[in-house]
């Protein structure tokens, strides 16, 4: 629940009138979030999953874009690509895919995704160890 919360703190520290939260900010944020989710995991394992429901917050809200949510995946970790080789990219970005598909239906994800020209191939780690949750939307 208190997650849940969180992201709509987010979403109207943003979408606020006063600019309380500027959209730079947010990603600055999600990029230091990002850089240290691995050390995270050892504490949450499911920290991925969570930071996903967030992610998905912000895109069904129209906070961020799944474009937008891609990028900063797909560049996190403590260098480029980081988290995505390790299979973490790959958690995340399917639990925000999760989360849009629960709250609004498949067409809203159908239609986000397309959108989006995001290639969910790309947060496939080159080792076996693959995401599980990314793989149910490939």
């Known amino acids: 629940m208190e997650r849940d919360l969180l992201a709509k703190l987010l979403v109207n520290l943003t979408r606020s009138h006063d600019g309380v939260l500027s959209q730079a900010e947010l990603i600055k944020g999600f990029e230091s979030v990002l850089s240290t989710l691995e050390d995270a995991v050892n ?6 999953e ?3 429901r967030i992610f998905g917050k912000m895109i069904v809200e129209n906070v961020m874009s799944l474009k937008e949510i891609g990028r900063l995946i797909g560049e996190g970790g ?8 390790i299979g973490l990219g790959g958690d ?9 598909k629960r709250e609004r239906g498949e ?8 959108s989006s ?5 790309d947060f496939r780690p080159s080792h076996p160890n693959r995401s599980r949750i990314l ?4």
């Open 43 to 48: 504490d949450a394992p499911k920290a991925p």
């Open 50 to 52: 969570f930071l996903g």
């Open 78 to 85: 403590e260098e480029a690509r980081q988290l995505v080789e």
């Open 92 to 100: 995340v970005i399917g639990s925000t895919l999760g989360m849009i």
């Open 107 to 114: 067409s809203v994800l159908n239609e986000i995704r397309g």
């Open 117 to 121: 020209c995001l290639r969910l191939e």
């Open 135 to 138: 793989e149910t939307f490939l």
